[in-house]
């Protein structure tokens, strides 16, 4: 019905910057919204970032000022920007959208993980 394709993880320095994407396709009909979470070894999985079809956004506390979500309605792809990355950023990072179907259901969908790891 939904899928969703995470990119853009990998391993970075303290400091460093890493640009996640996650390209949604199928059979949506709207979103209402989308957004990232991650989950570390013996965490639980936690919202990171999300931002709504009208464009407002949330984020977690601890990357409020160094990661930034932004949307390409046209592309149905949003990005996770993540800046002055730090070694407890390091998880999977997996994508989420709340969407309507053209079966006219709403349902949630999640990405296969993308591995972030900040050491040096």
């Known amino acids: 019905q939904v899928q969703l394709v995470e990119s853009g993880g990998g391993l970075v320095q303290p400091g460093g910057s890493l640009r996640l994407s996650c390209a949604a396709s199928?059979?949506?009909?709207?979103?209402?919204?989308m957004g990232w979470y991650r989950q570390a070894p013996g965490k639980q999985r936690e919202l990171v970032a999300a931002?709504?079809?009208?464009?407002?956004?949330k984020y977690t506390d601890s990357v409020k000022g160094r990661f930034t979500i932004s949307g390409d309605n046209a592309k149905n792809t949003v990005y996770l920007q993540m800046n002055s990355l730090k070694p407890e950023d390091t998880a999977v990072y997996y994508c989420?959208?709340?969407?309507?179907?053209?079966?006219?259901?709403?349902?949630?969908?999640w990405g296969q993980g993308t591995q972030v790891t900040v050491s040096s």
């Open positions: 199928g059979s949506i009909f709207r979103f209402y919204a």
């Open positions: 931002v709504t079809s009208g464009g407002s956004t």
């Open positions: 989420n959208a709340d969407v309507i179907t053209t079966t006219l259901r709403r349902g949630d969908y």
